[in-house]
């Protein structure tokens, strides 16, 4: 059942990922087809800075996790690997990491969240659930590019308060749309496919078909009004980025910075450190009134 989930997402979507996340999507989709796929278990680790780890009680769903955690936590959830909206073998998907900074927005054990990316991008489905998610930001909520955050998880970090990276060689943007359809080679197969359109339905599927005929011109027309929403999102989340950086291209963090993608080169300890010193004066804050 997994292995259909999977087959009908990758072939239903639309991508915004980097280079490097095609041959993950590649190798699992073939290895699913040929019936050869062995499934990789990996436990994805939500933990605190003081240590604690999250532990979803899937038989408990009113019990919120991370209000077993101390007083003024940090949540560090990490979005890892290819982005994709359902969760397979390897880990979250986004409408699990969703909840998960839903969950933690809304305990009051936690101060503020630290999301994590080390990412290429994946299926544009899978950011609607978390733009729901952080645009509903109850809590500081900072972004930590560990390695790459691109296309799809970019997107996603421009809606947190600050972004920083690890060190000048992180790879951030990619800010491009993109299709990629599978399609059947008839000489291999054992049947042939034949689809019939009544003039009712003129439109059914109309990019896709005439992409297998060569024609790409429908497909790009309905990817530009996807591109044009995904740009304009970082723009409005990001309102110092220009039009020059949303056109697909990946900057290493030296050049990000300058061109406003994110606001800062530090240490994960740094950042924890940033999150610490304003929720204290938060604090101090409110205590004072």
């Given amino acids: 059942m997994l292995r259909s989930k999977f087959l009908c997402e990758i072939e239903s979507a639309n991508l915004m990922l980097h280079a490097s996340g095609y041959k993950t ?8 087809h040929n ?3 062995v499934p990789e278990i990996i436990e994805q680790t939500i933990i605190s800075t003081r240590g604690e780890i999250y532990d979803n009680p899937r038989d408990d769903t009113n019990q919120n996790p991370f209000d077993k955690w101390e007083t003024n936590s940090i949540a560090i959830i990490p979005i890892e690997g ?12 986004m409408d699990e990491i969703a909840a998960i900074i839903r969950q933690a927005f809304a305990s009051p054990q936690i101060s503020s969240v630290i ?8 299926n544009t489905d899978s950011l609607f659930l978390l733009q729901e998610a952080l645009s509903d930001k109850r809590k ?33 943007g990619g800010v491009g749309v993109f299709a990629r359809m ?8 054992m049947y042939r496919i034949v689809e019939v ?32 929403y995904f740009q304009g999102i970082v ?13 697909g291209k990946t900057y290493y963090s030296s050049e990000a910075q300058p061109l406003g993608l994110i606001d800062g080169i530090c240490s994960l300890q740094e950042v924890i450190d940033k999150l610490t010193n304003l929720t204290e004066s938060r604090k101090q804050i409110l205590f004072n009134l």
């Avoid at 599978?182 to 197969?189: C, D, G």
């Fill in 25 to 32: 999507i590649d190798y699992v989709y073939n290895a699913i």
């Fill in 35 to 37: 019936a050869v796929f």
């Fill in 82 to 93: 290819v982005m994709l909206k359902y969760g397979y073998w390897w880990g979250y998907g």
């Fill in 115 to 122: 999301v994590k990316f080390d990412t290429p991008g994946g």
């Fill in 140 to 172: 500081p909520a900072y972004a930590y590019i560990d390695g790459m955050c691109a296309s799809c998880g970019y997107i996603a970090a421009s809606y947190m308060d600050k972004i920083y990276s690890i060190n000048p060689m992180a790879r951030v």
């Fill in 182 to 189: 599978f399609i059947l080679n008839e000489k291999n197969s």
């Fill in 197 to 228: 359109y009544p003039d009712e339905s003129k439109d059914k599927n109309r990019p896709e078909r005439e992409l297998e005929k060569g024609n790409e011109q429908p497909m790009k027309e309905q990817l530009s009004k996807l591109a044009q």
């Fill in 235 to 247: 723009k409005k989340n990001r309102p110092s980025v220009s039009d020059e950086t949303l056109t």
